[in-house]
Protein backbone atom coordinates (compact mmCIF):
# COMPACT_ATOMS: atom_id res chain seq x y z
CA UNK A 1 0.00 0.00 0.00
CA UNK A 2 1.06 3.41 -0.45
CA UNK A 3 2.50 5.75 2.05
CA UNK A 4 -0.38 8.64 1.15
CA UNK A 5 -3.23 5.67 0.84
CA UNK A 6 -2.38 4.66 3.78
CA UNK A 7 -2.38 7.90 5.47
CA UNK A 8 -5.54 8.74 3.78
CA UNK A 9 -7.33 5.21 5.26
CA UNK A 10 -5.90 6.17 8.68
CA UNK A 11 -7.39 9.74 8.89
CA UNK A 12 -11.03 8.28 7.83
CA UNK A 13 -10.76 5.95 10.45
CA UNK A 14 -9.72 8.85 13.24
CA UNK A 15 -13.02 10.46 11.64
CA UNK A 16 -14.98 7.13 12.03
CA UNK A 17 -14.11 5.75 15.04
CA UNK A 18 -15.99 8.30 17.43
CA UNK A 19 -19.04 7.47 15.33
CA UNK A 20 -19.29 4.31 15.83
CA UNK A 21 -18.52 4.29 19.56
CA UNK A 22 -21.23 6.97 19.87
CA UNK A 23 -23.75 4.96 18.10
CA UNK A 24 -22.73 1.69 20.77
CA UNK A 25 -22.90 3.06 23.46
CA UNK A 26 -26.06 2.12 25.52
CA UNK A 27 -29.29 4.30 25.83
CA UNK A 28 -30.34 5.34 28.98
CA UNK A 29 -33.27 3.38 30.60
CA UNK A 30 -35.79 5.04 33.14
CA UNK A 31 -37.73 3.06 35.39
CA UNK A 32 -41.30 4.70 35.88
CA UNK A 33 -43.30 3.45 38.92
CA UNK A 34 -46.48 4.34 40.32
CA UNK A 35 -49.23 2.50 42.48
CA UNK A 36 -51.97 4.15 39.49
CA UNK A 37 -53.31 2.71 36.54
CA UNK A 38 -52.05 4.43 32.88
CA UNK A 39 -54.91 5.05 31.10
CA UNK A 40 -56.04 7.95 34.10
CA UNK A 41 -52.77 9.52 33.87
CA UNK A 42 -51.90 10.15 29.86
CA UNK A 43 -52.46 13.36 29.93
CA UNK A 44 -49.48 13.76 32.83
CA UNK A 45 -47.35 11.34 30.69
CA UNK A 46 -47.28 13.22 27.54
CA UNK A 47 -46.39 16.39 30.34
CA UNK A 48 -43.75 14.37 31.41
CA UNK A 49 -42.17 13.35 28.39
CA UNK A 50 -42.29 16.54 26.86
CA UNK A 51 -40.74 18.13 29.32
CA UNK A 52 -37.78 15.09 29.52
CA UNK A 53 -37.22 15.89 25.42
CA UNK A 54 -36.60 20.03 26.46
CA UNK A 55 -34.09 18.56 28.72
CA UNK A 56 -32.90 16.62 25.68
CA UNK A 57 -33.97 13.52 26.25
CA UNK A 58 -37.01 11.70 23.41
CA UNK A 59 -38.25 8.50 24.29
CA UNK A 60 -36.97 5.93 21.26
CA UNK A 61 -34.15 8.26 20.51
CA UNK A 62 -31.95 8.94 22.75
CA UNK A 63 -33.71 7.60 26.45
CA UNK A 64 -35.86 4.05 26.66
CA UNK A 65 -38.53 4.29 29.56
CA UNK A 66 -39.67 0.86 31.26
CA UNK A 67 -43.57 1.47 32.84
CA UNK A 68 -44.55 -0.27 36.27
CA UNK A 69 -48.31 0.29 37.14
CA UNK A 70 -49.66 -1.67 39.68
CA UNK A 71 -53.05 -0.47 39.01
CA UNK A 72 -54.03 0.19 42.18
CA UNK A 73 -52.62 -2.97 43.64
CA UNK A 74 -50.03 -1.76 46.05
CA UNK A 75 -48.69 -5.30 47.71
CA UNK A 76 -47.16 -5.33 43.80
CA UNK A 77 -45.27 -1.97 44.21
CA UNK A 78 -42.29 -3.80 46.02
CA UNK A 79 -41.59 -6.76 43.42
CA UNK A 80 -41.61 -3.62 40.82
CA UNK A 81 -39.46 -1.58 42.16
CA UNK A 82 -36.82 -4.75 42.79
CA UNK A 83 -37.39 -5.46 38.78
CA UNK A 84 -36.11 -1.68 37.59
CA UNK A 85 -33.33 -2.01 40.48
CA UNK A 86 -32.46 -5.56 38.60
CA UNK A 87 -32.48 -4.05 35.19
CA UNK A 88 -30.35 -1.27 36.33
CA UNK A 89 -32.28 1.60 35.13
CA UNK A 90 -30.42 5.11 35.33
CA UNK A 91 -32.87 6.28 37.05
CA UNK A 92 -36.23 5.73 38.84
CA UNK A 93 -39.46 7.94 38.68
CA UNK A 94 -41.51 7.25 41.79
CA UNK A 95 -45.34 8.51 42.02
CA UNK A 96 -48.33 7.57 43.61
CA UNK A 97 -47.81 5.73 46.82
CA UNK A 98 -44.59 3.97 45.24
CA UNK A 99 -41.98 6.05 47.23
CA UNK A 100 -41.31 4.22 49.99
CA UNK A 101 -41.04 0.68 47.74
CA UNK A 102 -38.58 2.64 45.44
CA UNK A 103 -36.29 3.38 48.39
CA UNK A 104 -36.46 0.44 49.95
CA UNK A 105 -35.24 -0.98 46.95
CA UNK A 106 -32.23 0.53 45.94
CA UNK A 107 -29.87 3.34 48.11
CA UNK A 108 -27.77 3.91 44.65
CA UNK A 109 -29.83 4.64 41.46
CA UNK A 110 -31.53 8.18 41.42
CA UNK A 111 -34.89 8.38 42.38
CA UNK A 112 -37.23 11.42 41.06
CA UNK A 113 -40.76 11.14 43.39
CA UNK A 114 -43.92 13.23 42.86
CA UNK A 115 -45.46 13.27 46.77
CA UNK A 116 -48.18 14.97 48.37
CA UNK A 117 -46.66 15.28 51.32
CA UNK A 118 -43.72 16.70 53.46
CA UNK A 119 -40.99 14.30 52.23
CA UNK A 120 -38.35 15.63 55.18
CA UNK A 121 -41.51 14.10 57.90
CA UNK A 122 -41.89 10.95 55.94
CA UNK A 123 -37.64 10.61 55.79
CA UNK A 124 -37.50 10.29 52.07
CA UNK A 125 -34.36 13.11 52.24
CA UNK A 126 -32.82 15.21 54.71
CA UNK A 127 -33.99 18.76 53.85
CA UNK A 128 -36.07 20.21 51.22
CA UNK A 129 -32.93 22.47 50.18
CA UNK A 130 -30.07 19.84 50.07
CA UNK A 131 -31.71 15.88 49.98
CA UNK A 132 -28.73 14.36 50.25
CA UNK A 133 -29.03 10.14 49.68
CA UNK A 134 -30.29 9.48 46.53
CA UNK A 135 -34.12 11.00 46.44
CA UNK A 136 -35.48 14.07 44.93
CA UNK A 137 -38.27 15.36 43.51
CA UNK A 138 -41.39 17.41 43.90
CA UNK A 139 -44.44 17.53 46.53
CA UNK A 140 -47.87 19.63 46.09
CA UNK A 141 -49.27 21.37 49.34
CA UNK A 142 -52.52 20.21 50.98
CA UNK A 143 -52.58 20.67 54.29
CA UNK A 144 -51.78 24.22 53.14
CA UNK A 145 -54.49 24.43 51.30
CA UNK A 146 -56.99 23.93 54.11
CA UNK A 147 -58.16 27.60 54.40
CA UNK A 148 -58.63 28.37 50.95
CA UNK A 149 -60.77 24.70 50.23
CA UNK A 150 -63.10 25.45 53.33
CA UNK A 151 -63.71 29.55 51.89
CA UNK A 152 -64.37 27.99 48.42
CA UNK A 153 -67.01 25.10 49.94
CA UNK A 154 -68.46 27.77 52.15
CA UNK A 155 -68.80 29.93 49.21
CA UNK A 156 -70.68 27.23 47.00
CA UNK A 157 -72.24 26.22 50.44
CA UNK A 158 -73.30 28.80 52.25
CA UNK A 159 -75.05 26.69 54.78
CA UNK A 160 -72.76 23.83 55.61
CA UNK A 161 -72.12 24.94 59.34
CA UNK A 162 -71.47 20.53 60.45
CA UNK A 163 -68.25 19.49 58.29
CA UNK A 164 -67.43 15.75 58.07
CA UNK A 165 -63.72 15.03 57.11
CA UNK A 166 -62.57 11.90 56.07
CA UNK A 167 -58.93 11.23 56.55
CA UNK A 168 -57.00 7.99 56.05
CA UNK A 169 -55.39 7.13 59.15
CA UNK A 170 -52.13 6.09 57.83
CA UNK A 171 -51.22 9.10 56.07
CA UNK A 172 -48.71 10.81 58.15
CA UNK A 173 -49.36 14.17 57.38
CA UNK A 174 -52.87 13.75 59.08
CA UNK A 175 -52.03 15.75 62.15
CA UNK A 176 -51.07 19.25 60.12
CA UNK A 177 -54.18 19.09 57.94
CA UNK A 178 -56.22 18.49 60.86
CA UNK A 179 -54.70 21.31 62.88
CA UNK A 180 -54.74 23.94 60.28
CA UNK A 181 -58.67 22.27 59.29
CA UNK A 182 -60.08 22.83 63.05
CA UNK A 183 -58.49 26.82 63.30
CA UNK A 184 -59.82 27.46 59.47
CA UNK A 185 -63.44 26.17 60.91
CA UNK A 186 -63.43 27.47 64.21
CA UNK A 187 -63.03 31.07 62.13
CA UNK A 188 -65.79 30.68 60.49
CA UNK A 189 -68.15 29.43 63.39
CA UNK A 190 -68.20 25.40 61.63
CA UNK A 191 -68.25 22.66 63.34
CA UNK A 192 -65.82 19.56 62.40
CA UNK A 193 -66.46 15.62 62.86
CA UNK A 194 -63.14 13.35 61.60
CA UNK A 195 -64.09 10.14 60.12
CA UNK A 196 -61.46 7.26 59.36
CA UNK A 197 -61.09 5.03 56.19
CA UNK A 198 -57.72 3.09 55.08
CA UNK A 199 -59.44 0.83 52.83
CA UNK A 200 -62.28 0.73 50.45
CA UNK A 201 -64.97 -0.68 52.57
CA UNK A 202 -64.05 1.43 55.07
CA UNK A 203 -65.15 4.36 52.60
CA UNK A 204 -68.38 2.57 51.98
CA UNK A 205 -68.71 2.50 56.19
CA UNK A 206 -67.68 5.82 56.28
CA UNK A 207 -70.46 7.27 53.95
CA UNK A 208 -72.86 5.12 55.21
CA UNK A 209 -73.02 7.00 58.98
CA UNK A 210 -74.51 9.99 57.02
CA UNK A 211 -77.76 7.70 57.21
CA UNK A 212 -77.92 8.49 60.95
CA UNK A 213 -75.53 11.57 61.40
CA UNK A 214 -75.98 14.19 58.49
CA UNK A 215 -73.44 16.43 58.34
CA UNK A 216 -73.89 19.53 55.75
CA UNK A 217 -71.04 19.22 53.60
CA UNK A 218 -67.96 16.43 52.88
CA UNK A 219 -64.45 17.89 52.93
CA UNK A 220 -62.11 14.73 51.69
CA UNK A 221 -58.54 14.86 53.14
CA UNK A 222 -55.66 14.87 50.45
CA UNK A 223 -54.37 11.67 50.08
CA UNK A 224 -53.16 9.07 47.66
CA UNK A 225 -55.87 6.20 48.52
CA UNK A 226 -58.05 8.36 48.16
CA UNK A 227 -57.49 9.52 44.17
CA UNK A 228 -56.94 6.48 43.82
CA UNK A 229 -60.16 5.44 45.14
CA UNK A 230 -61.90 8.47 43.46
CA UNK A 231 -64.67 6.94 41.25
CA UNK A 232 -65.98 5.26 44.55
CA UNK A 233 -65.98 8.62 45.90
CA UNK A 234 -68.33 10.18 43.24
CA UNK A 235 -70.37 7.29 43.06
CA UNK A 236 -71.33 7.27 47.29
CA UNK A 237 -71.37 11.39 46.81
CA UNK A 238 -74.21 11.45 44.97
CA UNK A 239 -76.13 8.08 46.26
CA UNK A 240 -76.04 10.01 49.64
CA UNK A 241 -76.37 13.73 48.14
CA UNK A 242 -72.79 14.79 49.77
CA UNK A 243 -71.23 18.21 49.05
CA UNK A 244 -67.98 17.06 49.11
CA UNK A 245 -64.30 19.21 48.33
CA UNK A 246 -61.13 17.34 46.95
CA UNK A 247 -57.83 18.30 47.07
CA UNK A 248 -56.96 16.97 43.28
CA UNK A 249 -58.60 17.75 39.75
CA UNK A 250 -58.93 14.17 39.42
CA UNK A 251 -61.84 13.95 41.35
CA UNK A 252 -64.19 16.26 39.75
CA UNK A 253 -62.91 14.84 36.62
CA UNK A 254 -64.61 11.25 37.80
CA UNK A 255 -67.69 12.56 39.00
CA UNK A 256 -66.77 14.84 42.34
CA UNK A 257 -68.21 17.97 43.00
CA UNK A 258 -65.11 20.60 43.36
CA UNK A 259 -61.53 20.74 44.11
CA UNK A 260 -59.14 22.81 44.78
CA UNK A 261 -55.19 22.18 45.21
CA UNK A 262 -51.91 21.46 43.06
CA UNK A 263 -51.81 21.59 39.47
CA UNK A 264 -49.99 18.15 39.53
CA UNK A 265 -49.79 18.71 35.97
CA UNK A 266 -46.71 21.39 36.57
CA UNK A 267 -45.75 18.74 38.88
CA UNK A 268 -44.65 15.96 36.44
CA UNK A 269 -43.29 18.94 34.66
CA UNK A 270 -40.70 19.44 37.28
CA UNK A 271 -40.37 15.97 37.39
CA UNK A 272 -39.26 15.83 33.98
CA UNK A 273 -36.90 18.22 34.23
CA UNK A 274 -34.95 16.85 37.09
CA UNK A 275 -34.76 13.19 35.20
CA UNK A 276 -33.30 14.89 32.34
CA UNK A 277 -30.78 17.05 34.93
CA UNK A 278 -29.92 13.53 36.50
CA UNK A 279 -29.13 11.81 33.12
CA UNK A 280 -26.73 14.36 32.42
CA UNK A 281 -24.88 14.13 35.24
CA UNK A 282 -26.52 16.32 38.21
CA UNK A 283 -26.87 14.14 41.79
CA UNK A 284 -29.88 13.91 43.39
CA UNK A 285 -28.36 15.17 46.97
CA UNK A 286 -28.00 18.58 45.58
CA UNK A 287 -31.21 19.23 43.80
CA UNK A 288 -33.97 20.98 46.00
CA UNK A 289 -37.04 19.51 46.49
CA UNK A 290 -39.82 21.51 43.90
CA UNK A 291 -42.62 22.46 46.12
CA UNK A 292 -45.81 23.42 44.27
CA UNK A 293 -46.25 27.14 43.19
CA UNK A 294 -49.60 26.61 40.62
CA UNK A 295 -52.91 25.92 42.00
CA UNK A 296 -56.34 25.10 40.41
CA UNK A 297 -59.89 25.09 41.08
CA UNK A 298 -62.41 22.26 39.17
CA UNK A 299 -65.86 22.50 39.55
CA UNK A 300 -68.24 19.84 38.04
CA UNK A 301 -71.27 22.17 37.01
CA UNK A 302 -73.23 18.43 36.49
CA UNK A 303 -72.37 16.89 39.85
CA UNK A 304 -73.78 20.78 41.08
CA UNK A 305 -76.58 20.19 39.56
CA UNK A 306 -77.56 16.66 40.31
CA UNK A 307 -76.98 17.96 44.35
CA UNK A 308 -79.39 20.84 43.67
CA UNK A 309 -76.68 23.39 43.85
CA UNK A 310 -76.18 26.68 42.00
CA UNK A 311 -72.69 27.78 41.47
CA UNK A 312 -72.24 31.26 42.05
CA UNK A 313 -71.09 33.74 39.38
CA UNK A 314 -68.44 34.39 41.69
CA UNK A 315 -66.91 31.60 41.83
CA UNK A 316 -67.28 30.59 38.39
CA UNK A 317 -65.35 33.31 37.40
CA UNK A 318 -62.12 32.12 39.28
CA UNK A 319 -62.61 28.25 38.78
CA UNK A 320 -59.90 27.00 36.17
CA UNK A 321 -62.15 24.78 34.62
CA UNK A 322 -65.77 23.96 34.85
CA UNK A 323 -66.73 19.98 33.87
CA UNK A 324 -70.23 20.28 32.12
Same mark, same amino acid.
Given at each position: ?15 ? $? ?55 ? @? *?? @?? $? ?16 ? =? ?19 ? *???? =? ?7 ? +? ?23 ? =?? +? ?31 ? &? ?23 ? *? ?70 ? +? ?7 ? =????? &? ?5 ? @? ?9 ? *?????
Amino acid at each position: MRRREFITLIAGAAVF $APAVARAQQPMPVIGFLSGQSAEPNAMRMLIFRQALKEAGFAEGENVSIIYRWADNQ @L *DR @LP $AMAAELVQRQVAVIVSTA =LSQFAAKAATSTIPIVFSINA *DPVR =LGLVESIAR +PGGNMTGATFLTAELVQKRLDLLRE =LV +PKAVRIAVLVNPTRPDNETELRELNAAARSHGQ &QISVLTAGTASEIDAAFATFERDRP *DALFVGGDPFFNLRRVQFALLAARYRMPATYSLRDHPEAGGLMSYGTNVNDTYRQIGHYVGRILKGAKPAEL +PVVQSTKFE =LIINA &QAARTLG @LTVPPSLLSIA *DEVIE
